[in-house]
């Protein structure tokens, strides 16, 4: 994808170097019930990547050798891989938490129906997906019929806990703007979808994660295909934040892939640029991370524009 998004391939963007590392983000394969217009994976049901039992255990080698307290489990639709629950298992078993960046209606899919009590009982932090809180924007972005389902899934999931004060049980949502445009301030957003979904559908959540789209894979050919690439590249560099630099997620934060490669971030991982702009490199490759330069490109504006986008939503929430 990176060949033809050429405006990537030489960058201004300013020189970050790595923290401690804390947390390990696993994607878990491409694979997906859906075949969302955002999504920076170009995930979908006729992907076949998959991490294997063999990469599983290295993840969790490197988990042991290394001071990691979160997993952050992703995809495709993560839950969809076959040792998805062999691997939460093994990282709670360990006192890690653990994140499913969970589609939610996958949580209904025939062979899934008790993912939902599976990730209750393992005190599994849920973040989902719903780009909006009304029905023709949600099912305009992911297909006819996300929305209700979603909307069932999330009853379901606030039925086991989830969302309610002294459950332990996080249920977090994800908003991403419908197009070229950034997402709007994330607590009054936060506020709107609070309100909305417990007046019409009794659903409640505790945080909402407002995140900028990103010009790579699916997104990025949406963009190309209707001239706007440039344009959206632009709006990215004009709102850009200097401040957000201190806490995009890359800092902490090791991505791997369904392979066990790793790089600096999830984005960076789909344009198959490797760790730190090196050679390829695996989990077991990976020495001491700290002070070591990142690898941005033109799409890192994208984390670091307006109140900044992370896998944990805003950055700067006043930005």
């Not at 391939?9 to 923290?19: G, Y």
């Not at 640029?273 to 991370?289: A, F, I, P, Y």
Request: hydrophobic share 35%; aromatic share 8%; glycine share 8%.
């Amino acid at each position: 994808m990176i060949d033809s998004l050429p405006y990537l391939k030489d960058s201004d963007f300013p020189a970050i170097t790595r923290n401690k590392l804390e947390i390990l983000q696993v994607n878990l394969g491409y694979l997906c019930n859906l075949s969302c217009t955002h999504c920076h994976v170009n995930a979908g049901p006729k992907r076949t990547e998959l991490m294997d039992k063999a990469t599983v255990e290295q993840v969790l080698d490197f988990i042991d050798k290394h001071a990691i307290h979160t997993l952050d489990l992703t995809g495709g639709a993560p839950e969809m891989n076959p040792h998805f629950r062999y691997l939460v298992t093994q990282a709670r078993g360990r006192g890690l938490k653990v994140i499913d960046r969970c589609n939610l209606v996958v949580l209904l899919e025939n062979g899934f129906e008790d993912m939902a009590g599976f990730l209750a009982e393992n005190q599994v932090e849920i973040v989902a997906s719903l780009p909006c809180y009304l029905k023709e924007n949600v099912d305009k972005q992911r297909g006819k019929g996300t929305f209700n389902a979603s909307i069932k899934a999330l009853q379901l999931l606030n039925k086991l806990g989830y969302g309610l004060a002294n459950t332990g049980l996080e249920l977090n949502l994800v908003f991403n703007p419908q197009g070229a445009t950034l997402p709007p301030g994330q607590q009054a957003l936060e506020h709107t979808y609070k309100q909305h979904l417990h007046e019409h559908y009794g659903i409640v959540f505790n945080h909402l994660f407002a995140m900028t789209n990103l010009p790579i894979q699916r997104f990025g050919s949406v963009l190309l295909s209707t001239g706007r690439f440039d344009e959206y590249m632009q709006l990215l560099k004009d709102n850009f934040d200097a401040s957000n630099l201190d806490k995009v997620m890359c800092k902490n934060t090791l991505s791997v892939d369904w392979q066990g490669y790793v790089y600096d971030c999830d984005f960076n991982q789909m344009l198959h640029v490797s760790l730190s702009g090196s050679q390829k490199t695996h989990l077991g490759q990976v020495s001491e991370l700290m002070g070591k330069p990142i690898a941005t490109l033109q799409h890192c504006y994208g984390c670091t524009a307006g109140q900044g986008s992370s896998c944990g939503g805003a950055i700067n929430e006043n930005g």
